[in-house]
Structure formats: C-alpha cells, structure tokens
C-alpha cells in the first residue's frame, strides 16, 4: 500500500508540475503575441510603435465602418466599391513585376470606386551613404570586356543566364509596378528635422499643413495625372491619382499611421483622408508574409469548436487520473497472493506422481526416513534410542527378499517407534498419517 501511495503521488506531482509548464508556455506566447513584435513592422497585429495596431482598432471603433485583414492573395480578395485597400509599410521596390491579370483586376477594383494606399517602409538616407551609393554604381556600371550589354556574363552564357541577352520569346514576367503606376522614387538624404509641407490645392481638405518626415524616399516624375499632396524640398512624398470612380494613393511616409505617431503625433484629419471615407477599410497582411493556411485549427475557430476541444482535454486528465488514483480505498493489510487453481487433479496427486517419477519403491521407506531426520528434534532423552530402532528396523527390512518385503507394516512400526504417542489401533491414524 505504501508503495502505491508514492507512485500515485509522485504521478499526481509529475501531472501538476506538466500543467504549470505548459501553463507558463502558453503565457509568455500570449504576451508576445500580444505586444505583436514576432510581426513585420507596419502590421495591424502589432500593438508596440512599429506597429499599426492603433490605426485599426480606431477605425474599428467608428460607428459606420467595417474593418477586416487581408491574409490571402489580392487575387483572391474582392474588394469592390467604397473599399480602401491599405498597403501600409509595403516594399520600396518598384522594379518588381505584377502578373497582368492582377494588375487587370485591381485596376478594375478602383474604377468601380475603391480605394488603393500604398505606404513604402521608411528609409533614411545619409548624405554619406549617397556618396558610398554614387561610388557603387560608377563600378557597376563600367561596361566589362565579356559583354556587349554590360552583363557579368561570358558571351557564349549571356544568351542563358543575362536578361538583358535572353531570349525575345521567354515568358511574359508581367508588368513592371513602377511603369503601372507611372512613378519612379529617389532618396534625398534627410537634413535634421525635416518635414513635408502641404499643397495649397488641397487646403480645403482640412489636412495639417505640415507633417514630419522619418525617410529619405521622394517621388520624381509625376505623369499620368498624379497630384502631389505634400512636398518635402521641393519634391512630392504624398501623391493621388484618380482613376474614374476610384483612387490610387502613394505614400513615401509610414510614420504618421504607427501606433508611436498617433501616441505622440497624431494627425486625425490626414488618416480620414488617406481612407476616404470608405465603409469598409482592409488592412492587408499578406504582403507581409502572413498568410492563413486551411487546416485543422482553422476549421475549428470557424466552426467554433472550443468546447470539443476542451472536453477532449477533460477527458484525457480523467483518463489520467483514473489510473493514477483508485477510487476503492485500499486494504490496510498486505494483499495475498493465492496461487492460481488448477482444474483436474490435486497437490496430492501430483506430489505421488513426483515421487513415483524419481523415487524406487524400494528405497522410498529410507528416503522418507531420511528427510525425517532433518527435521526432527533429537534433543529429547529418547529420541536416540528410538532412531537407532528405526534404523534397525529399516535395515532388516533390506535383508528381506523383495517378495517377503512388507512396506505398509513397516512404516506403521516406524511411526509407532518415531512418535510413541500414536494409538495402538493395528494401523496408523489417518489424521497422524506422518511422524511428528
């Protein structure tokens, strides 16, 4: 009993100690996913200053407006009118290529009346690091004696691996987001505090007229419509374009929607207007990596089945605990092994058939005597006397003929000799069948 007592306690011990573990586990997960770092910068899941966690729930929080993420493709996403689509802290990259059928779509999207922002990750550029850059591309671009088109490739290559000598009929990578847009970036390196200065145009919008600027990035080029918004040196940083019932908003500044700038430095009027006045404002997540895969989990939280799962958890903690505790209070005293009953014959029986197997009927009244003798207590006054009658007895008997042999009347005489308090009845008592 006392060693079931420990190695349930000990089990119970283990269990607790499980529990608390996996307990702490799943706490410090919500804490970081909680505060949000573990995503990009510019995510609406992130709740520190990088974040953008702020901007949503506040738009959450107005009566009128349907908030949502985007963790699929914008080919899968159906946007439709009086929808702003928020790219926030997307890709400074404008030499990427967009399949055409997206770029068909979208473009359908924003005639119809939504909504595209787009804000580029900051990027500050120094006057230093502009002249490290100028160096750079001097190097680069001096034209190498292996290439007429200046690639980096052998001639007898550069019909494989150069793009610029690839071949005419090569698939169509798509078209190029900077010629779609019709705008081309540059970095003026940032002097102090700098800051973007409105656009007279738009003074009846409202809008702040100045605002900080936290990145070098600038737009040049301004073709195909685009109204620049605000000015940093000279050079827009906030441009609009509208396309029919829609617009297409570019942003070089990310700043004034994190979670820092509308602790700090907040500019209300600029975020109305950079939505729109939509009813329905979708922060996409993919272009930050984060995608949602269909699977088990998934399926759950759609069908809501917490509480299957955590009756499954309940389950198994019984299943447990039933072999861990007994619920029938054990005996105090040891239990006894009773050894298992064999039907058919009997211990006797199978004592005589070990004797018969190993024991000759001859000697089988000197081994009897013999094992007698290990056991017996010779101590007594007459014990010597009565086994040196035994043995007389047992050796008259050898001298018989085996047909003059009588084994029955002789073990009768060596128990009378052996244990005087025997009756003298003619035969042994059954119940005194062995000497004592």
């Known amino acids: 009993m006392t060693a079931n007592k420990r190695l349930n306690r000990s089990t119970l011990v283990g269990l607790a100690a499980a529990l608390l573990f996996s307990a702490g586990i799943v706490h410090l997960f919500r804490l970081r996913f909680e505060r949000g770092d573990i995503y990009p910068a510019y995510s609406s899941l992130r709740s520190d200053p990088l974040g953008t966690r702020a901007f949503y729930e506040s738009l959450a929080a107005c009566p009128g407006t349907e908030v949502a993420r985007n963790y699929e493709p914008i080919t899968d996403l159906s946007i439709g009118p009086q929808t702003s689509l928020l790219f926030l802290g997307d890709t400074q990259d404008f030499d990427i290529y967009i399949p055409r059928h997206v770029v068909a779509g979208i473009t359908k999207d924003i005639r119809r009346g939504a909504r595209l922002v787009v804000t580029l990750k900051p990027r500050n550029w120094s006057v230093e690091e502009e002249e490290e850059e100028d160096s750079d591309d001097a190097e680069t671009n001096a034209a190498p004696e292996n290439c007429e088109n200046q690639c980096e490739v052998e001639p007898e290559d550069a019909e494989e691996s150069c793009p610029t000598c690839a071949d005419d009929d090569a698939v169509d990578p798509g078209i190029n987001f900077g010629d779609w847009v019709g705008l081309a970036i540059e970095d003026i390196p940032l002097e102090g505090a700098a800051t973007a200065i409105l656009n007279p145009e738009y003074g009846e919008a409202s809008l702040p007229e100045e605002i900080s600027c936290h990145s070098s990035v600038c737009f040049k080029d301004l073709t195909n419509g685009w109204k620049a918004v605000y000015y940093r040196d000279g050079r827009p940083v906030i441009v609009e374009r509208p396309i029919r019932d829609g617009t297409l908003v570019m942003s070089a500044l990310s700043f004034f929607v994190s979670n820092e700038a509308l602790r700090y430095e907040r500019y209300p009027q600029l975020l109305t207007w950079l939505v729109g006045g939509a009813r329905r404002v979708v922060f996409d997540e993919y272009h930050h990596g984060l995608a949602k895969t269909k699977g088990l989990a998934l ?138």
Not at 328 to 352: D, F, K, M, Q, Y
Not at 358 to 380: M, Q, V, Y
Request: charged share 25%; net charge positive; hydrophobic share 40%.
């Open 299 to 436: 399926l759950m939280r759609r069908y809501r089945l917490y509480w299957f799962v955590a009756a499954l958890v309940l389950l198994a903690l019984c299943f447990v605990w039933k072999n861990c505790v007994s619920l029938v209070p054990l005996s105090e005293e040891p239990s006894r092994v009773e050894a298992p009953v064999e039907i058919g014959r009997g211990s006797r029986s199978a004592l005589v058939n070990i004797l018969r197997r190993n024991i000759t009927p001859s000697s089988i009244l000197e081994t009897g005597f013999s094992e007698w003798l290990r056991g017996a207590d010779l101590k007594a006054p007459s014990a010597a006397e009565r086994v040196k009658a035994a043995e007389q007895l047992l050796k008259n008997e050898r001298l018989l003929s085996p047909a003059k042999r009588r084994p029955l009347v002789v073990y009768d005489r060596l128990c009378r000799i052996l244990n005087p308090k025997l009756q003298d009845t003619g035969q042994v008592n059954k119940d005194n069948h062995r000497p004592s």
